[in-house]
Structures are given as structure tokens and as C-alpha cells.
């Protein structure tokens, strides 16, 4: 069992940055794989990005790759996503998600058990 908790959100002009973090209660950090998700309004949640196990493997979506990075600090339980070049189209809630099953090779697809509550991401054109 592990808690989320995502902090960093807000309202950020298009073109700007953010930072978003998420902390992990749980002795065994390490052996959770962690994701971002999001979702905006009056659409399915989607994929963001993920991290392996020991950081050293990572996957995007498509719509974020080159803006966005991922990394984790094992030794503080926290998973960061970095937002730069930030876009109207990535106003959404932002969850982070936990799972100890998903594979290094499945970042995107496995299915992820434990989620925060969500932080909202508005960026203004």
C-alpha cells in the first residue's frame, strides 16, 4: 500500500514551466513503478509519462515528449514531472500513479493500483 500526494500545480502562461511533485508514503519506493496521468475536462484520462523502478527508464506521450521530463529521487520517495514549453491543450488534472507490477518494458500500457487525489495544471493562451 502506498499514498500519493501531488503538490505544484497552478496557473501558468503558455510558453512557461512548472513543476510537479509527488510524494510517496511508503518504505519500498523503490520497488513502485510511477506515472503521471491527466485528464482534462470532458475527456478520458490519458498517459503522461513513466519512470522504471531504479530511474533508468523512461516513456512519453508523444504530445509531450521534448517538454516534458520525468525523474524520481529514490531517496526521498518523489517523483518530479518537469513542464516546460507548456501549451493550452495541457490544462488538465494531473495524477500521479504507483504500481509495483508494471515492468520496465510496460511503462504506458501496465496498469498502474494506486493513485493521488490530482493536482490541476491551467496554463492561459
Known amino acids: 500500500q502506498v499514498q500519493l500526494v501531488e503538490s505544484g500545480g497552478g496557473l501558468v502562461q503558455a510558453g512557461g514551466s512548472l513543476r510537479l511533485s509527488c510524494a510517496a508514503s511508503t518504505r519500498t519506493f523503490t520497488t513502485y513503478t510511477m506515472s503521471w496521468f491527466r485528464q482534462a475536462p470532458g475527456k478520458e484520462r490519458e498517459f503522461v509519462a513513466a519512470?522504471?523502478?531504479?530511474?533508468?527508464?523512461?516513456d512519453y506521450a508523444d504530445s509531450v515528449k521534448g517538454r516534458f521530463t520525468i525523474s524520481r529521487d529514490n531517496a526521498k520517495n518523489i517523483v518530479y514531472l518537469q513542464m516546460n514549453s507548456l501549451k493550452s491543450e495541457d490544462t488538465a488534472v494531473y495524477y500521479c500513479a504507483a504500481s509495483y507490477r508494471v515492468p520496465a518494458t510496460a511503462l504506458r500500457s501496465g496498469q498502474y493500483d494506486y493513485w493521488g487525489q490530482g493536482t490541476q495544471v491551467t496554463v492561459s493562451s
Open positions: 519512470i522504471s523502478k531504479s530511474g533508468g527508464t523512461t
